[in-house]
């Protein structure tokens, strides 16, 4: 169900997830009893999600595409429980403002916060449900999914429940379609029994173009960013990650 106000919405959505891992022989996890939870292998490689997630949004951003001024706030959480075999809560928070300096320049910045909790018989939350930072919609001189705590053993990034992200970007209209901008991501997860902490944060910067393709009713990007907080991230590949990246991605960041 749906209830419309403008320029806010409330929201209601249910899902019902039926998440079938390859159990291994346990050769992630050989001394390490808490991965065996992580990866299902306690579970036979399966667990079943049913979850409700209410949300508001209040949104008066001008374009989808190039936004260059208003803002989009909005709060959700996932309850996980009835139905499954999964219990957690996941509140989300995102703030998103753009400000509008010229009819060519404009600044964007948004903040967002997540948890996970786990609750009644879950103790331990599957992989797929944990939190992570890394790509291109996050802190986007990293690989997807790279920053985040990892198993000592193993050096596998198993995720964390709480997540913090910052992004700011300059946006300078070049001509038509295409905009080029200035960027500063940051961002940290951290696991249970961490705190987030004003120097725990990874951080990227550079520039990046970004131009409409109206065929494909989507913008396209060229980045290339610099990393100046990487140390201890590996990249998809379990090498240490790059001080300098060049990426192409589809969409935007925020």
């Keep these: 169900p749906q209830l419309i106000f403008t320029p806010s919405d409330v929201y209601s959505s249910a899902g019902l997830q039926r998440a079938a891992f390859i159990p291994?022989?346990?050769?992630?996890?050989?001394?390490?009893?808490?991965?065996?939870?992580?990866?299902l292998l306690n579970t036979g490689g399966k667990r079943t999600i049913s979850k409700v997630t209410p949300s508001y949004v209040y949104n008066t951003v001008d374009s989808p595409i190039f936004p260059a001024a208003g803002k989009r706030l909005t709060a959700s959480v996932d309850v996980a429980g009835v139905g499954g075999d999964t219990s957690y809560l996941k509140p989300?928070?995102?703030?998103?403002?753009?400000?509008?300096?010229?009819?060519?320049?404009?600044?964007?910045?948004?903040?967002?916060?997540?948890?996970?909790?786990?609750?009644?018989?879950?103790?331990?939350?599957?992989?797929f449900e944990r939190l992570y930072l890394g790509g291109e919609y996050s802190v986007r001189g990293f690989d997807m999914r790279t920053i985040g705590p990892r198993d000592p053993v193993t050096g596998v990034v198993i995720g964390g429940t709480k997540s913090l992200l910052f992004n700011a970007e300059y946006l300078i209209q070049i001509a038509g379609p295409v905009r080029f901008l200035f960027f500063y991501d940051a961002g940290q997860v951290t696991g249970e029994r961490e705190q987030l902490l004003v120097g725990g944060f990874k951080t990227s910067t550079g520039g990046e173009v970004r131009f409409f393709m109206p065929v494909l009713n989507v913008p396209f990007r060229l980045i290339a960013a610099w990393n100046p907080q990487r140390t201890g991230i590996l990249n998809n590949q379990l090498q240490p990650q790059k001080a300098f990246v060049f990426r192409f991605a589809v969409g935007t960041t925020f």
């Design 24 to 39: 291994s022989n346990g050769e992630l996890a050989p001394s390490n009893p808490y991965m065996a939870d992580l990866l």
């Design 92 to 127: 989300m928070l995102e703030a998103v403002v753009y400000f509008k300096q010229s009819n060519r320049l404009s600044l964007g910045i948004r903040g967002q916060w997540i948890s996970v909790t786990p609750y009644g018989p879950t103790t331990t939350l599957p992989i």
